[in-house]
């Protein structure tokens, strides 16, 4: 796909970053408790280790991921992609995984309940550098990435078998909604931990676990 409407570049962690990646990939189970679900790859998480939500420290430590990572075929000189070397911590990375290894302790225990996922593998920046989500893109943009993405989502979704999807932040729930139709599991919806979330900076933890008690995952 080639992108107008202000998109300066892409990215695609599942292609430079494959490595990693697949370490990742390796961690799932059959039959999950529950698929969560994000929106696609942020600019110092996913961007820099090809894991979802994957903040550098978090992937090492949590996640025991520590790979070679290489450059974008066309990388945008204001986000440099330095993998693992990457010193710039991604909040929602951080939140995510530190509370799940709070409430884990160890990898193997959550991804004996839990697999993670995001709905759309790129990331875009404008001119500037500044990140720009699947659904600020023009609307014919949307539309092919959505087709993809959704097309992608049920395959895992067959093949992964979760009793459940947790969307993180309400995009991804109604996404989900959307692609998996009739023959969706269960779908919630768990606050999306960005520091541009409001609710989120008040206390990420607390109001996350409320949510995933309530939707019988904890």
């Given at each position: 796909m080639r992108f107008g409407g202000g998109?300066?570049?892409?990215?695609?962690p599942l292609d430079y970053a494959r490595a990693p990646h697949e370490a990742y990939l390796a961690l799932a189970r059959p039959a999950p408790a529950a698929l969560f679900l994000g929106m696609n790859?942020?600019?110092?998480?996913?961007?820099?280790?090809?894991?979802?939500?994957?903040?550098?420290?978090?992937?090492r430590s949590f996640l025991k991921i520590d790979a070679a990572v290489h450059r974008?075929?066309?990388?945008h000189p204001k986000r440099p992609v330095e993998g693992f070397a990457c010193t710039r911590s991604e909040v929602s990375g951080r939140r995510f995984w530190g509370f799940m290894e709070r409430e884990f302790a160890t990898r193997d225990a959550f991804f004996r309940r839990a697999f993670v996922w995001n709905w759309c593998p790129l990331a875009f920046m404008t001119e500037s550098g500044a990140n720009l989500t699947p659904d600020k893109l023009p609307?014919?943009?949307?539309?092919?990435?959505?087709?993809?993405?959704?097309?992608?989502l049920c395959a895992v979704v067959a093949a992964l078998g979760p009793a459940m999807v947790i969307g993180v932040g309400?995009?991804?729930?109604e996404r989900a909604a959307r692609a998996l139709g009739?023959?969706?599991?269960?779908?919630?919806?768990v606050l999306h931990p960005s520091?541009?979330?409001?609710?989120?900076?008040r206390g990420w933890d607390a109001a996350a676990r409320k949510q995933l008690v309530a939707c019988g995952f904890l």
């Open positions: 998109v300066a570049a892409v990215y695609n790859p942020g600019p110092f998480g996913m961007a820099q280790t090809g894991v979802p939500f994957g903040e550098v420290a978090a992937v974008p075929r066309a990388e609307r014919a943009d949307q539309e092919r990435v959505a087709e993809a993405c959704d097309e992608a309400a995009f991804a729930s009739d023959t969706a599991p269960p779908i919630a919806t520091p541009a979330s409001p609710a989120a900076n």
